[in-house]
């Protein structure tokens, strides 16, 4: 519009608006009848007639949030979880999957065409999960001494449930405060037999949870995963320190509440002044103290505080696809940036001559090399290196030829310029760039393609149903 805003509209202002498209942080966006562009906040779909009211006037757009709901979208469901929209978990519930899968293909075009300028390229349609609920094979709950109340309790004189304990999730926005959750929808059903078990333990035995502010109490986080290969569930339980007769009662305890269960239980220990679920020491309560899970034709070995990909029948899919797109040949030098624990690298070692791996964390290339071991993988080598500082390695990595394929999985702020210009000055033939961010992915491709690169091809994959996240493959080929 040309003309400014702030002279129609004031903040308080109600308006009425459909919903046209979902944005950034929770926001969708809509138009008003003058041709006005509005930010809204509120658990919305496309297609949503609301009410809304005005919280800021920017001179060419408003931003506002949900008063009332008017008339629901055709997208709309009935969320299967009781405490959707309290919890920050699952914002995209109350959306129809299929729905979800159209917002997702939109969400990756409308990146790679306003950021990247890819206005010719067309995104695959997004590859649907086997289930859209119950798939996670980890899920961290916090303890906290502070109860998240919810909207009907407020009023109530005597509370539902202890004010002072609360084991599930933080609210969003809130380091202290914690949503006692009963049931997650996207934890298995042991998981969250898990879950039970030990709120009653806790309850029973008086445990003081987790204060985040003060730094008090001995209950801090509960650690589930969970193998669908063995069906074989780990029990992890986060505490201030070690007590070996409690943990021995709490073994009991969950043997006698889930019989039959085959699962392994740990006692991480922390004293560290945060709220970060990974202990200093580690104890076993029960069993060997970790699970196995497989992917593909390849067998991992998961501690509890191992990095593997939460959702293990998209994994699959995530590998499959990256496999496709490289194209390998036997006699391939392939180089993965970004490895982990060697998931990707050792897929594409079992089909090409060399896999080399490289990423900074220490502990994942520990990692990383067992997993090749444990596989029988000889030709996979793990290099552990600052991928901002990748040119510095070329040398050393003479000894396996140039690449031909490079596969790189970066974090969600996308790769450092420093690796990416690397990267495009070693000409593989084929960059399989794997994506959590759309923004990024598209302002890097962008970056890619002025090095005499091609986008030939994206292919969304859907690792987190019930979230606005999705994980996007892109194939770019060099074209010199």
Same mark, same amino acid.
């Given at each position: 519009?040309?003309?400014?805003?702030?002279?129609?509209?004031?903040?308080?202002?109600?308006?009425?608006?459909?919903?046209?498209?979902?944005?950034?942080?929770?926001?969708?966006?809509?138009?008003?009848?003058?041709?006005?562009?509005?930010?809204?906040?509120?658990?919305?779909?496309?297609?949503?007639?609301?009410?809304?009211?005005?919280?800021?006037?920017?001179?060419?757009?408003?931003?506002?949030?949900?008063?009332?709901?008017?008339?629901?979208?055709?997208?709309?469901?009935?969320?299967?979880?009781?405490?959707?929209?309290?919890?920050?978990?699952?914002?995209?519930?109350?959306?129809?999957?299929?729905?979800?899968?159209?917002?997702?293909?939109?969400?990756?075009?409308?990146? @790679? =065409?306003?950021?990247? !300028?890819?206005?010719?390229?067309? #995104?695959?349609? /997004?590859?649907?999960? $086997?289930?859209?609920?119950?798939?996670?094979?980890?899920?961290?709950?916090?303890?906290?001494?502070?109860?998240?109340?919810?909207?009907?309790?407020?009023?109530?004189?005597?509370?539902?449930?202890?004010?002072?304990?609360?084991?599930?999730?933080?609210?969003?926005?809130?380091?202290?405060?914690?949503?006692?959750?009963?049931?997650?929808?996207?934890?298995?059903?042991?998981?969250?037999?898990?879950?039970?078990?030990?709120?009653?333990?806790?309850?029973?035995?008086?445990?003081?949870?987790?204060?985040?502010?003060?730094?008090?109490?001995?209950?801090?986080?509960?650690?589930?995963?969970?193998?669908?290969?063995?069906?074989?569930?780990?029990?992890?339980?986060?505490?201030?320190?070690?007590?070996?007769?409690?943990?021995?009662?709490?073994?009991?305890?969950? @043997? =006698?509440?889930?019989? !039959?269960?085959?699962?392994?239980? #740990?006692?991480? /220990?922390?004293?560290? $002044?945060?709220?970060?679920?990974?202990?200093?020491?580690?104890?076993?309560?029960?069993?060997?103290?970790?699970?196995?899970?497989?992917?593909?034709?390849?067998?991992?070995?998961?501690?509890?505080?191992?990095?593997?990909?939460?959702?293990?029948?998209?994994?699959?899919?995530?590998?499959?696809?990256?496999?496709?797109?490289?194209?390998?040949?036997?006699?391939?030098?392939?180089?993965?940036?970004?490895?982990?624990?060697?998931?990707?690298?050792?897929?594409?070692?079992?089909?090409?001559?060399?896999?080399?791996?490289?990423?900074?964390?220490?502990?994942?290339?520990?990692?990383?090399?067992?997993?090749?071991?444990?596989?029988?993988?000889?030709?996979?080598?793990?290099?552990?290196?600052?991928?901002?500082?990748?040119?510095?390695?070329?040398?050393?990595?003479? =000894?396996?030829?140039?690449?031909?394929?490079?596969?790189?999985?970066?974090?969600?702020?996308?790769?450092?310029?420093?690796?990416?210009?690397?990267?495009?000055?070693?000409?593989?033939?084929?960059?399989?760039?794997?994506?959590?961010?759309?923004?990024?992915?598209?302002?890097?491709?962008?970056?890619?393609?002025?090095?005499?690169?091609?986008?030939?091809?994206?292919?969304?994959?859907?690792?987190?149903?019930?979230?606005?996240?999705?994980?996007?493959?892109?194939?770019?080929?060099?074209?010199?």
């Amino acid at each position: 519009m040309e003309k400014n805003l702030r002279e129609i509209y004031g903040k308080g202002d109600r308006i009425e608006l459909t919903i046209s498209d979902i944005a950034e942080k929770d926001q969708c966006f809509g138009r008003l009848g003058d041709g006005a562009g509005v930010l809204v906040r509120g658990m919305l779909a496309v297609g949503d007639r609301v009410l809304a009211e005005v919280t800021r006037v920017k001179p060419t757009y408003l931003e506002a949030v949900t008063r009332a709901l008017l008339e629901p979208s055709e997208d709309r469901v009935k969320p299967a979880c009781p405490v959707f929209g309290v919890c920050g978990g699952c914002k995209w519930m109350h959306v129809g999957y299929e729905a979800q899968l159209r917002y997702k293909r939109k969400k990756v075009q409308d990146a @790679l =065409e306003h950021i990247g !300028g890819f206005s010719d390229m067309e #995104v695959q349609p /997004v590859q649907s999960a $086997k289930r859209a609920l119950h798939y996670r094979n980890k899920v961290e709950f916090s303890c906290s001494s502070k109860r998240y109340l919810m909207p009907r309790e407020l009023d109530m004189e005597v509370l539902e449930k202890p004010k002072d304990f609360a084991l599930g999730f933080h609210a969003p926005g809130n380091f202290e405060k914690v949503l006692d959750i009963e049931t997650c929808y996207l934890a298995t059903e042991d998981m969250n037999s898990a879950l039970a078990v030990t709120r009653d333990f806790a309850l029973e035995k008086g445990l003081s949870p987790y204060a985040a502010r003060d730094h008090d109490g001995f209950l801090r986080n509960l650690v589930l995963r969970r193998s669908e290969e063995h069906d074989e569930l780990m029990v992890n339980i986060v505490t201030s320190s070690y007590d070996a007769g409690l943990m021995a009662e709490y073994r009991d305890r969950l @043997l =006698e509440s889930m019989p !039959g269960r085959n699962m392994t239980i #740990v006692n991480n /220990v922390t004293a560290r $002044k945060n709220t970060v679920a990974v202990g200093e020491r580690e104890y076993p309560v029960y069993g060997d103290g970790f699970i196995e899970e497989r992917l593909g034709d390849l067998h991992f070995r998961i501690s509890a505080n191992s990095f593997f990909q939460t959702n293990t029948s998209q994994a699959e899919a995530l590998y499959d696809g990256i496999m496709k797109m490289a194209g390998l040949r036997p006699d391939d030098t392939v180089y993965d940036l970004y490895c982990g624990t060697g998931t990707i690298t050792l897929y594409l070692a079992e089909r090409c001559r060399r896999a080399v791996g490289l990423e900074v964390v220490e502990s994942s290339i520990a990692d990383a090399r067992e997993n090749a071991r444990r596989n029988g993988i000889g030709n996979a080598t793990f290099c552990q290196a600052d991928l901002k500082d990748f040119h510095t390695l070329l040398d050393s990595l003479e =000894e396996f030829g140039p690449p031909r394929v490079v596969v790189t999985d970066p974090p969600r702020a996308g790769m450092h310029p420093k690796a990416l210009r690397t990267m495009v000055r070693l000409q593989p033939e084929t960059i399989v760039y794997v994506s959590c961010n759309p923004a990024n992915l598209a302002r890097d491709g962008k970056e890619i393609c002025g090095w005499d690169y091609r986008l030939e091809e994206v292919r969304p994959v859907d690792m987190f149903p019930h979230t606005s996240h999705v994980e996007t493959l892109a194939c770019f080929k060099r074209t010199v």
